[in-house]
């Protein structure tokens, strides 16, 4: 009798694990994979703005194509929603071990006029050093925006601070600059991972 209840409860914890897989397949790979709200974003070849690295270098999209991209955008006076973003990205560049390196991962500040180039740098150091840091002159930053079709906002409080809303979720690209996926504030990483793969297949089937 016992012996059969142990079964029965193999069995079932057997299939709940199933369904996990399942679900996880679904919404990784599947049909139930989730695309972003509204327009998808633009390839990164049909995009053209004009940023500064947190190294001092002129970037844009042209700098990325060739390697699959995960971005991101946020500033360094976030309160909570970006340091949990990019500790959550440094999670998963971890995770991936040295395929990260083979990876374009971009944090695009929304708040030019606080973040310079040196806050940037100071700020990315604190997170995985595969993270690098973009800003620039805020009109090319609204280009950036508009090319991933995100959205932003300077919210100024009676004491006349301020703060920034925008678009929460990090946009994946493959090496051809085509876009891929999202993933979700706060997304498990048993699926982020798996999504950030899915963006870098393309180039490694490709590869020689």
Same mark, same amino acid.
């Given at each position: 009798?016992?012996?059969? /209840? &142990?079964?029965?409860?193999? &069995?079932?914890?057997? !299939?709940?694990? #199933? $369904?996990?897989? $399942?679900? !996880?397949?679904?919404?990784?790979? !599947?049909?139930?994979?989730?695309?972003?709200?509204?327009?998808?974003?633009?390839? $990164?070849?049909?995009?053209? %703005?004009?940023? @500064?690295?947190?190294?001092?270098?002129?970037?844009?999209?042209?700098?990325?194509?060739?390697?699959? /991209?995960?971005?991101?955008? #946020? %500033?360094?006076?976030?309160?909570?929603?970006?340091?949990?973003?990019? /500790?959550?990205?440094?999670?998963? *560049?971890?995770?991936?071990? =040295?395929? +990260?390196?083979? *990876?374009?991962?971009? %944090?695009?500040?929304?708040?030019? =006029?606080?973040? @310079?180039?040196?806050?940037?740098?100071?700020?990315?150091?604190? %997170?995985? /050093?595969?993270?690098?840091?973009?800003?620039?002159? =805020?009109?090319?930053?609204?280009?950036?925006?508009?090319?991933?079709?995100?959205?932003?906002?300077?919210?100024?409080?009676?004491?006349?601070?301020?703060?920034?809303?925008?678009? +929460?979720?990090?946009?994946?690209?493959? &090496?051809?600059?085509?876009?891929?996926?999202?993933?979700?504030?706060? =997304?498990p990483r048993e699926f982020a991972v798996p999504k950030i793969r899915?963006?870098?297949?393309?180039? *490694?089937?490709? +590869?020689?």
């Open positions: 009798m016992r012996r059969r /209840s &142990a079964l029965g409860y193999g &069995a079932a914890a057997f !299939g709940a694990i #199933g $369904l996990t897989l $399942l679900l !996880g397949w679904w919404r990784v790979d !599947g049909p139930g994979a989730p695309e972003p709200m509204g327009q998808r974003p633009l390839p $990164l070849t049909a995009m053209d %703005f004009r940023l @500064t690295d947190h190294k001092g270098q002129p970037v844009g999209p042209y700098t990325l194509v060739g390697r699959p /991209s995960m971005i991101f955008f #946020g %500033f360094t006076y976030c309160p909570d929603v970006c340091p949990t973003t990019l /500790s959550d990205i440094s999670s998963w *560049l971890d995770m991936m071990g =040295e395929d +990260a390196e083979r *990876l374009n991962t971009i %944090f695009i500040t929304v708040d030019p =006029e606080r973040d @310079t180039v040196d806050a940037m740098a100071e700020y990315v150091g604190y %997170f995985h /050093s595969a993270i690098r840091g973009w800003t620039g002159p =805020e009109a090319q930053i609204k280009r950036a925006i508009e090319g991933l079709r995100a959205t932003y906002e300077k919210v100024t409080g009676e004491d006349g601070r301020y703060t920034m809303n925008h678009t +929460a979720k990090v946009f994946l690209f493959d &090496a051809e600059g085509r876009f891929v996926s999202t993933i979700d504030y706060h =997304e899915r963006a870098m297949k393309v180039r *490694l089937e490709g +590869a020689t």
